[in-house]
């Protein structure tokens, strides 16, 4: 296992464009995470999926996101009718399922830069 | 919402110099976990502490959780040009499935 795979790398295009990013975690790891960081900030939470089922989404998030994790292996983030204001570094991690402090320890993908002209 | 605030939010510092970030928030954490970002690159795990009042030690790195568990800090001793990043402190919530939230980062530069 190479770690967490996240595709493409790059994205660029047009306002108004539809956009998905696909996320390939760790296999062992039934935990997946969808982060949006900007230049020079933390990563700020998107969503978290417990192997199929979709857990929490940020209030941030507008109708325009959708995740999916449909067979509790990889993950797909779409974001439709795309704005300048969704460029970013789309970042996505795993963990395995364990419980106490200290137990949640993420592993992050390369992540997916978007940008929207 | 639990919020975690870095400082400073940017350090430029000549090789050999040492340096302090911190952490604050006004939430107590189960954890607090230190991340470590290159250019291009997802956050990378350093270190976890658990219990208020733990430090703990990698190499030339030392972090502090706070005794209430709100507060954490990273001091770095003889500061490398490899040691230029950005430092992400991330708490651990309790309970659930252990939300992780991400500080508001701090960029290092190490001058050579």
């Known amino acids: 296992d190479t770690g967490v795979s996240q595709d493409p790398r790059h994205k660029i295009t047009k306002r108004g464009q539809n956009v998905t990013f696909r996320c390939d975690p760790i296999s062992e790891h039934n935990r997946l995470y969808w982060y949006r960081q900007t230049l020079g900030q933390g990563p700020e939470f998107l969503t978290y999926f417990q192997n199929e089922a979709q857990l929490e989404k940020s209030r941030l998030l507008s109708d325009r996101f959708s995740a999916e994790r449909p067979k509790g292996s990889f993950s797909t983030l779409e974001i439709q009718r795309t704005e300048q204001g969704d460029s970013a570094m789309y970042l996505c991690?795993?963990?395995?399922?364990?419980?106490?402090?200290?137990?949640?320890?993420?592993?992050f993908g390369a992540g997916s830069r978007l940008t929207v002209l | 919402t639990q919020l975690l605030e870095q400082s400073p939010q940017f350090l430029s510092i000549q090789e050999g110099e040492n340096l302090t970030v911190y952490c604050n928030s006004s939430s107590v954490f189960s954890s607090l976990q230190w991340y470590r970002q290159e250019p291009g690159e997802g956050p990378v795990l350093l270190v976890t502490v658990v219990t208020g009042g733990e430090v703990k030690k990698l190499k030339r790195l030392t972090f502090q959780f706070g005794d209430a568990r709100k507060d954490s800090s990273l001091h770095i001793t003889a500061a490398q040009p490899g040691d230029t990043g950005l430092y992400l402190c991330a708490g651990e919530g309790s309970g659930g499935y252990q939300k992780v939230t991400f500080g508001t980062g701090t960029k290092l530069q190490v001058i050579p």
């Open positions: 991690a795993s963990s395995v399922d364990l419980t106490g402090p200290g137990a949640n320890v993420l592993t």
